[in-house]
């Protein structure tokens, strides 16, 4: 049978033969003929391209645009730009890896591509043992990633101060919350609005006719639906104030969907409005509930109204039931909880979008002051205090900057922030001098809070003071950095992180611990130690005992084996220690 030449095939052939090649060997073929160059740079083929070699986009592509054909695109440049981004994360990330110095500005270089970022960071947290740092490339783009992450949620509350008038606005707003607290990196925003999206579709698909029954029966059965499926209201067993439920993605990802009544009247807001509803939370005292209205221009019965006319709203608790609450209910519960003679205009009006947020923000502390029971989903709680006091130091403020004085509590949340940002939170400077101090230049301590920023960038990028082994003092220290050690008083495991060839505790550290009582007083060598209960420690070299490869395997959780990737490179099972990240510091370790 006689071949069939390349060059005889129809161009769709070719195109769909090309679907199968990588992208840059598609480059390279459209160079060897001219009949190949129009096959190759078909925008339907680069558009497949886009579509399948990434699946996260930075919303500045209006992505959902591009691929529904609302916007003209050139595919084959849309392409290139993404290549060119990745080329950009990986060599900022390889500098991160490769350098303790300059990472702050570096995370802040990575997390401006925004979403662009992600599958590149992507690659390297599931990097395998092949890889010779693969400790260290699982740790840090953890740390892009969440850093980025908290820049999107961020952007989303610099929004909601801007402008509340941007489709699913409060959806997304609530859904930053998740973005600081989330343990599924492959998480995307755009998950929580297709949940939604997906319950909308499921709800007509179960009652079709919804359309067609009167507007306030309309609005009831949206909330049974949800209360049959369990997307609202907490199921039995779980503690009201558990820290769970604050959360809009948890809610409708985890296995049981509790939720706080905020939560819960948010995801019942969103499918009334689906079904041509107006629906707006309603912040009550102790309590939150859906004010429900017809479309706007119509009553309750679909006719439209004059111009001045307005049909008297319909209150539902979607957590706890899904009947109409009558308003005379209502203002009975007020007169009780503020007094007759307490004005109550606003707990029986629509709330903003920034009150249900700053509530939402509120509720996060309080829920970890009220309960300790652990979560279905493992809840970082220091994340998600800090998330609190960023929705709170943001939104608490005027809008515009310079405004009238700060009220006495938001000042109190940008302390709180700044001092979790100091201890927890350093690699997120950018985040506070490029949202935060724009907005709080009234503050009392703005001049303070600039300060800090300014020293924790500036000591981040200084280089690290290097610590020889050839130096007079260097060659006395015994172990080295990686080493794995029992403490030969207390018994726990650590790693060896760090070193200097005396003790530099203050005055007062030494006298708490009774240095000088020991053996070899401050004057011995001591050790940074990062132990196998995730905490970090100074140690004696007199009491530490060097846990030796022929001795019994030495096994650290998978938390602690991650964790060690700030420090290390890969343990190395043969000589039962960790390989240091840290040679810009300790050269001969």
Known sequence: MPSLALDALPSEVVQNVLRFALPEATISFAQTSRLFLAAAYEPQLWKFYCATQYKFWDDRHRWPARVSGDESTDWRLLFGERRTADKSVCREFESILNSQAGRTRRFSNIGAHGYDAKETLLAHLYADKSFPDYLARRYWSRAVLDHMHRRLAIQEWMALRRDTT????????????????????????ADVLQRLENLCEKLLEEQPGLYDIPLKKRATKVAAFLKDQNY???????????????????????????????????????????????????????HVH???????????????LGSSDAPAPMFIDPFDS??????????????????????????????????VITRCARNIPNSLEQCHQAPLTPIDTERAQYAALWALGLLSQPPVPGAAGLPVQSRHHLRLLMRCFIEDFS?????????????CRT??????????????????????????????RG?????????????????????IVGWDTRCEMNEEWIQLMHVDQLSGGRGQCFYNAFVNDMSSRYVAEENIEIIMPDEIEVEFSPEFMFAAGQYFKRWDPKNSRFISNLKDEYPDD
């Open 427 to 439: 690699h997120d400077v950018s985040l506070i001098q490029d949202y935060l101090l724009p907005t």
């Open 290 to 304: 859906a004010i429900v209205q017809p479309p706007e221009g119509f009553d309750w019965e679909g006719r439209e």
């Open 322 to 355: 899904a009947v109409e609450i009558r308003p005379e209910r209502l203002q009975s519960e007020l007169n009780f909880i503020l007094g007759a003679n307490t004005p109550r205009e606003s707990f029986l009006t629509a709330s903003s979008d920034v009150e």
């Open 166 to 189: 941007i489709d699913y606005r409060l959806e997304r707003s609530m859904n930053a919350f998740d973005l600081f607290i989330i343990e599924d990196r492959d998480f995307d925003q």
């Open 232 to 286: 609202v209201g907490i199921r039995s067993g779980r503690e009201y104030h558990n820290i769970e439920h604050n959360f809009l993605g948890i809610a409708l990802s985890g296995d049981e969907h509790n939720s706080l009544p905020l939560v819960s009247v948010v995801i019942y807001c969103h499918l009334a409005k689906k079904l041509g509803l107006t629906a707006r939370p309603c912040c009550f005292p102790f």
């Open 475 to 495: 060659g006395g220290v015994r172990y080295q950095i990686g080493h794995v050690f029992r403490h030969r008083r207390y018994g726990y495991k650590a790693v």
């Open 443 to 472: 503050h009392p301590d703005y001049d303070r809070f600039r300060e800090l920023a300014e020293e924790v960038y500036e000591t981040d990028a200084a280089p690290r003071e290097i610590k020889s082994r050839s130096s007079p």
